[in-house]
């Protein structure tokens, strides 16, 4: 991890001295990611590796030496390596002897060893003092920092079963189910081979009364899928609409006009015109009695 790297993360502590120095055996995701932690904090790092020139990505500022260099170094030792590679650690006996040793492992099954990683090093290792710790952390957690969501405050309390607004979802998706059904029905009711075979009261029931249904059962869904930002003019970009406002413009209007007409006024005079009414005026009564005269 390069200079730049570190210092575009956040730093939780900062300390202008340097305090005691700290050991860190593994050059892995984690170990970097703790040495990176420590480092911001202002220990001084050293990571221990088998093969400290082959390393790479190492934080800036910390050293890379071999297991038994970096041991010397400090009193306290984080083994970030797996359970399975802890048996190279007899040949650092006495070096360890006396001092601390953290495990951070975790074994990737429940019950996979008789006793943990800790009593396993604990009997590896007798003369030191093996501690657990910062085995319920992850790298990504220490990369991220505040900017984990583990460690964001809630500054404002939220209801966890408030329904304001969870209803819109579920209109949404209800009325796009039910549209789309009908708009299903209406499709299957137009082919040929079926509509032969249906009446006429129930053709037009399902072209007619489920149409302007499905139509009604359409335009709601994207009247809902608006919501409040329907009208909101911080979505109007370049002063233009939505695509979603611009197709509601047709359906919207056939709506209210198809209102307008099932009106009991206007309906009965419409349903009069169909059954061949005409209005009586001067000129229809003389035309009348003209051919009457005749």
């Known amino acids: 991890m390069d200079k730049m790297c570190t210092d575009a993360l956040p730093l939780t502590m900062s300390s202008p001295e340097k305090q005691e120095t700290i050991c860190i055996f593994g050059t892995g995701d984690f170990g970097r990611s703790l040495g990176l932690k420590m480092l911001q904090s202002g220990y001084s790092v050293v990571f221990g590796s088998r093969n400290p020139r082959m390393s790479s990505l190492m934080t800036s500022g910390a050293e890379v030496l071999s297991y038994s260099e970096a041991a010397q170094r400090s009193d306290i030792i984080i083994l970030a390596i797996h359970r399975e590679h802890y ?3 007899r040949e650092l006996t006495e070096v360890l002897n006396g001092k ?12 996979q060893y008789p006793e943990s990683n800790a009593e396993y090093l604990a009997r590896l290792m007798p003369g030191a003092h093996v501690v657990k710790a910062f085995n319920t952390i992850s790298a990504w957690a220490l990369q991220s920092g505040a900017l984990d969501a583990s460690r964001q405050v809630m500054t404002k309390k939220e209801n966890p079963f408030s329904t304001s607004s969870a209803w819109l979802s579920d209109s949404y998706i209800s009325l796009g189910i039910l549209g789309f059904f009908l708009f299903v029905l209406l499709g299957i009711t137009s082919l040929p081979s079926v509509s ?14 489920l149409g302007y249904l499905t139509l009604i059962l359409c335009t709601a869904h994207t009247l809902v899928y608006g919501g409040k930002r329907f009208l909101s003019p911080s979505v109007l970009r370049w002063c233009l609409p939505s695509a979603y406002i611009l197709a509601l413009i047709i359906p919207c209007t056939v709506l209210v006009v198809k209102f307008i007409l099932i009106l009991p006024c206007i309906d009965k005079t419409l349903m009069r015109i169909r059954q061949g009414w005409e209005r009586n005026t001067d000129f229809s009564k003389s035309a009348v009695n003209g051919k009457s005269d005749i």
């Open 87 to 89: 048996d190279f650690l």
């Open 100 to 111: 601390i040793l953290v495990d951070v492992s975790n074994n990737v099954k429940i019950n």
């Open 196 to 209: 032969n075979m249906v009446t006429w009261r129930e053709f037009r029931f399902v072209q007619s009364k």
